[in-house]
């Protein structure tokens, strides 16, 4: 099956904590095999701001497409469905809206997120372009169009222009292997343990590392731990928020390592690919159902 531009972007390197302040609300249903009440919705505060994490809602709309993330109020992904009932080189695609809505499913062979003009472009089977509205409806354009909008799309995508510094495999002062951080203007950093995998920048402050049995911990640019605990995850930073999830629930992290709500809200299970957080928008695939769940973040 061709690898759709929205699954080659995925492939681009993704606490029992208490915060005063924070809260979460309760609703009375239960998980299923839980006594626990399932929190959707929990706040906190962060640069003087109230924050609130919320669960939008639990789709039934499935995919195998791992790095899903929100641009222009609006996440497109491949819609796993239907694929029995689609022949050749063609699948489903399907847009939702930031309230989980469904906008529309195009079958085509390759797919753009959507555009500044809002719209997004597909390939055919037959090898044509087409521009997409919100109405899913079609219109055949020239490859340069195309093109144009390829290359407007990677400009938005700011978790990959961003270099912060780079890591390079050395022995340490005590004669130990470690990836010792350099930052962009040349300045050493840290060391990095090579047990807990290569080292990923998560922005100007923070480190994270991920074990070969999917445990994540967050550093500092020094070198040592903010938190011995775990993360079973972490994503992107956007405005200063990234998500991150232990026991199975979802919470905030601040640009700063600090725990801006805690690990309380509920989230499905998940792969431990990147998490792209954007537009204060999270789109989350349950890695036992590939159902896709959508999660808002507010500021005011």
């Not at 531009?5 to 998980?31: H, I, N, Q, S, Y």
């Not at 537009?279 to 973040?297: F, G, P, R």
Request: net charge negative.
């Amino acid at each position: 099956m061709k690898r759709s531009w929205l699954a080659r972007l995925a492939l681009v390197p993704a606490l029992a904590l208490v915060l005063t302040g924070c809260r979460g609300e309760d609703k009375p249903d239960a998980p299923s095999g839980s006594s626990e009440p399932t929190v959707t919705t929990a706040t906190g505060t962060y640069a003087g701001q109230n924050v609130t994490l919320s669960l939008v809602k639990e789709t039934d709309y499935p995919t195998d497409q791992d790095g899903l993330y929100f641009h222009n109020g609006y996440v497109v992904f491949l819609n796993i469905s239907e694929r029995d009932d689609i022949d050749g080189l063609e699948n489903n695609y399907t847009c939702l809206d930031a309230g989980a809505n469904h906008i529309f499913t195009v079958a085509s062979t390759d797919i753009l997120h959507i555009g500044d003009n809002n719209c997004t472009y597909v390939t055919t089977e037959d090898g044509s372009y087409r521009r997409v509205n919100l109405n899913g409806d079609m219109t055949e354009v020239d490859e340069e169009e195309y093109m144009n909008a390829v290359s407007a799309m990677y400009e938005t995508l700011t978790w990959e222009q961003t270099l912060y510094g780079t890591f390079q495999q050395v022995t340490s002062d005590s004669g130990k292997p470690c990836y010792r951080l350099t930052q962009v203007d040349g300045t050493p950093a840290g060391d990095f343990p090579t047990d807990e995998g290569q080292p990923t920048l998560l922005n100007e402050k923070l480190v994270t590392t991920c074990t070969e049995d999917g445990k994540h911990y967050l550093y500092g640019y020094d070198g040592k731990r903010i938190y011995e605990e775990s993360f079973e995850n972490i994503g992107t930073f956007y405005n200063g928020l990234a998500p991150f999830w232990q026991n199975g629930k979802l919470g905030l992290l601040g640009e700063d390592g600090s725990v801006v709500i805690p690990a309380t809200v509920h989230s499905p299970i998940y792969s431990i690919s990147t998490v792209y957080f954007n537009e204060d928008m999270l789109a989350v695939v349950n890695s036992e159902t590939s159902h896709v769940s959508i999660y808002k973040v507010t500021r005011t």
